[in-house]
């Protein structure tokens, strides 16, 4: 089945820092999508990409689309210490221009920020 | 803002005994899934649910486990005899169109002793 490898595992970070995260895969996928989770909490949608070398912001995060499609990265400017959590990228693969959904997720990375 | 609603938030089961997990979607949502996280682990594919009836499932996806949707707001999944390995959370999630993304709901912890 497909994989995704996500990087990496743990941060441990200042507050304003800036965080770097990074999924990569051996197929491709149509859609790249990254979600946050706090404990006790199911994982929350932060940026959906459909295009490959998409590039969107959503407020601090900005996330891309590799020219590939087997890739894709999530920044965070200026981290504040809410933003501690747990980050996952999913990929989603669509065939025959057909889908019915099914996520692949990579392993997360933990985020903690140090106020 | 509309949610995905789960419940119950935690459930607690013998070995060998039937559990069902009830997921509200959002109300006008058509596709369905779900999805479970054991403890520590990312989180994995179950099943996906279009127009009445399962549309991809995964290997984890075995006889024990099956989904329904009884009316028009609840979307369940029932594990007919529970293993201690199925201990994990279970998340619901819908979307409106394929070419949306999946809304999560916070989960149902699943403790099988």
């Known amino acids: 089945g497909q994989q995704l490898n996500q990087s990496p595992q743990s941060m441990f970070i200042q507050e304003g820092e800036d965080v770097s995260m990074n999924c990569t895969s051996s197929s491709i996928f149509n859609t790249w999508l990254w979600y946050k989770q706090d404990p006790g909490e199911g994982p929350v949608l932060l940026i959906a990409l459909y295009k490959a070398g998409e590039l969107t912001s959503n407020g601090r995060l900005t996330a891309q689309f590799g020219i590939t499609r087997k890739d894709s990265f999530l920044n965070i400017s200026a981290s504040i210490p809410s933003d501690v959590g747990i980050y996952f990228c999913a990929g989603l693969f669509n065939a025959g221009g057909t889908s019915y959904g099914k996520l692949t997720f990579g392993q997360g990375t933990i985020l903690t920020v140090h106020p | 803002e509309p949610e995905v609603t789960q419940t119950p938030s935690h459930q607690v089961t013998q070995m060998g005994q039937e559990v069902i997990l009830r997921c509200v979607p959002i109300s006008n949502h058509l596709y369905f899934y779900w999805y479970r996280q054991i403890l520590g682990q990312k989180v994995e594919f179950l099943v996906s649910?279009?127009?009445?009836?399962?549309?991809?499932k995964s290997e984890i996806f075995d006889d024990q486990f099956s989904v329904e949707r009884p009316d028009g707001s609840n979307f369940t999944l029932k594990i007919r005899s529970t293993k201690l390995e199925d201990s994990a959370m279970y998340f619901c999630?819908?979307?409106?169109?394929?070419?949306?993304?999946?809304?999560f709901g916070d989960g149902t912890r699943l403790s099988i002793l």
């Open positions: 999630a819908s979307k409106r169109q394929a070419d949306q993304p999946q809304h």
């Open positions: 649910f279009y127009n009445n009836e399962i549309s991809e």
